[in-house]
Structures are given as C-alpha cells and as structure tokens.
C-alpha cells in the first residue's frame, strides 16, 4: 500500500466546507482558513489562483481538497459558481504541468456530493471548456 500513496510528509489534504461557501466572501475565507492563506491573499479570484498555484508555505508536494456540500457552494452567487470550477481546474492543470516537468506534486479536488447531485455537477463541469 505504501507504494500507491505518497509519504504522509508530503500530503495536505483540505477540507472545504460547501455550507460555509454560500457566496464569494464565505468561499475565500473557507480556502483561506483550509490553506492558511497568506496575509497578502487579496480575496478575489485572480489571488486564490496564485496562492493556490504557489502554497510555498505548505510543507507538502501533493494537495487535496475535499469540498463536501457543493451543491450549497456558491449558492447565493451561481454566476460565481463556474469561476471558482475554472480556477480549480486552472490550478490543478498548472500542478499537473510542473509534475510533468520536474515531478514536484499535484493538486486535486473531489466533490463529495449525495447521488441526487451527480448528474447536476456532471453536467455543470461538462460545460467548463478545457483548458489550453
């Protein structure tokens, strides 16, 4: 088993909470306070990008991020929701490029949602066009 998953050192799991996320505010402050977040993280979507393609201050190389709840993510903001599914997949394409190169980590997410809203996310990470 040892073999399949990377030494404990080196794996930081966080757990974002999808009922605290109702609106871009809760959302930023859940993923400041999962990745202790920087004090220069400026709350805005552009910064959880950097910060997340950085997380310099985590002494780890893989990273998770388990959101349960989603469907309540973003809920009185579901323009919002979209932008924080393409800053999640910008991120975890940008730790998939550095692995590639020079085998540092990745970056995942999983959404741990009942099977009521399966189809409903299938079809919301469906619409994300993929990435360049």
Known sequence: MSQLLPPADRFFTA???????????GLFDECSRAFSLPVDFEWSWPSLSVCLRSLE????????????DPSMMLSRE???????????????SAWAGRSERDHTGAFNVVLLCGRD??????????ALSPLQ
């Open 15 to 25: 757990r974002l909470d999808g009922k605290r996320m109702a609106d871009s505010w």
């Open 57 to 68: 201050w985590i002494s780890a190389r893989h990273y998770l991020a388990i959101a349960t």
């Open 78 to 92: 579901p323009a919002e929701r979209q932008l924080f599914f393409v800053t999640m997949q910008e991120v975890g």
């Open 117 to 126: 809203e399966v189809e409903t996310l299938k079809g919301e990470l469906a």
